[in-house]
């Protein structure tokens, strides 16, 4: 059974860093794709950042190139996402996501992903 535990969200100003980390268990380590999504309130839920199996390839959404980095360690099966220059636009629940296969056309889209966490908020002020 898949099981993802999120942790690290909070309150923080703009410019600010946080980092979200993911504890995942029922599967082997490096295995999965996963990846974070975020939901503000009244909007669709978005991809953030997806890193396929082992590290082997990551994508971002482009509102967050060059400011979040996804991270896996394997050994503690607990994925990573460093959220720097934060912005108030940035304000959501994040969630992380995993699934056996994602196509990289549809990594950035929820539909696919069979097994979430219960998310963490994030808050950014100005």
């Known amino acids: 059974q898949v099981q993802l535990v999120e942790s690290g969200g909070g309150s923080v100003q703009a410019g600010g860093s946080l980092r979200l980390s993911c504890a995942a268990s029922?599967?082997?380590?490096?295995?999965?794709?996963v990846a974070w999504f975020r939901q503000a309130p009244g909007k669709d839920r978005e991809g953030v950042a997806v890193?396929?199996?082992?590290?082997?390839?990551?994508y971002y959404a482009d509102s967050v190139k060059g400011r979040f980095t996804i991270s896996q360690d394997n050994a503690k099966n607990t994925l990573y996402l460093q959220m720097n220059s934060l912005k108030p636009e940035d304000t959501a629940m994040y969630y992380c996501?995993?699934?056996?296969?994602?196509?990289?056309?549809?990594?950035?889209?929820?539909?696919?992903?069979?097994?979430w966490g219960q998310g963490t908020q994030v808050t950014v002020s100005s």
């Open positions: 029922g599967y082997t380590a490096g295995s999965y794709v």
């Open positions: 996501a995993a699934d056996p296969f994602v196509t990289i056309r549809r990594a950035l889209a929820p539909y696919d992903y069979d097994y």
């Open positions: 890193i396929y199996f082992a590290g082997d390839n990551t």
